[in-house]
């Protein structure tokens, strides 16, 4: 399929990921997977919401500390997995959230496992997964790209916050919105290594406050800095 012949796919956005890969590099690493254990990735991205990355490791670290195989955590009292989680926030509801997810796939698989899902479409699993509660878009994408190996482009704050300095979608376009767009408008083999530059970009350069325009190598194709130069 020639993407170039997309509805509404972006003249620059080749352009865009060449430079970012130029700057960063990660489509030159070969792919692998996160996890051996689905289950692990989707578990540690459900603690990930609405926290950063060093919380998030901490709760999950010491929950499988505790609790080293999953059948552990779906037999232990709430309340410890509660402070096992609690460096990463909303330790009540996500463990709530676990204990209910780790139900439905014993129910489903007749284990604590996600391995199943491999041999699955693309489709297929992310239907599956959105039947899990508090288990959204990027869960869903995050899951299936680092550790199912499947076609997905997770969205997150800096994803979405790059799409929109690049006027790629509008100001207020949500994620769950920017997701099938950049799913439409970049070839599945860059979906990988795109999304961890655009993420070290949001990270390192093009911060959500004071980016740093200046040290931004493909400044000259974003429409962010071309109508407002160098923040202060």
Not at 129 to 144: D, E, R
Not at 205 to 218: D, G, L
């Amino acid at each position: 399929m020639d993407l170039n012949s997309v509805a509404g796919r972006p003249e620059n956005i080749d352009a865009v990921l060449d430079g970012l890969e130029k700057l960063w590099g990660n489509e030159g690493i070969p792919p692998m997977l996160a996890h051996e254990e689905p289950l692990d990735g989707l578990m540690l991205t459900l603690l990930s919401q609405n926290t950063n990355d060093k919380n998030r490791d901490k709760g999950f670290s010491a929950l499988k500390a505790r609790f080293p195989e999953w059948y552990e955590v779906a037999g232990a009292p709430k309340e410890e997995i509660e402070n096992c989680i609690r460096p990463a926030g909303l330790a009540n509801t996500k463990s709530a959230r676990m204990l209910e997810i780790l139900g439905m796939i014993h129910r489903d698989f007749g284990d604590y496992s996600l391995n199943a899902l491999r041999g699955w479409d693309a489709g297929r699993v992310k239907e599956y997964l959105s039947t899990l509660p508090g288990i959204g878009a990027k869960t869903i994408a995050c899951v299936m790209l680092f550790d199912l190996g499947q076609p997905a482009f997770p969205v997150d704050t800096h994803v979405a916050r790059f799409c929109r300095r690049m006027e790629w979608v509008e100001e207020k376009t949500m994620p769950e919105k920017i997701q099938p767009l950049l799913e439409n408008w970049v070839p599945q083999s860059r979906y990988l290594g795109g999304h961890v530059n655009i993420i070290e970009h949001g990270r390192g350069i093009c911060k959500a406050q004071k980016p740093n325009c200046t040290a931004c190598s493909i400044k000259d194709l974003c429409p962010f800095y071309n109508r407002s130069g160098a923040p202060d």
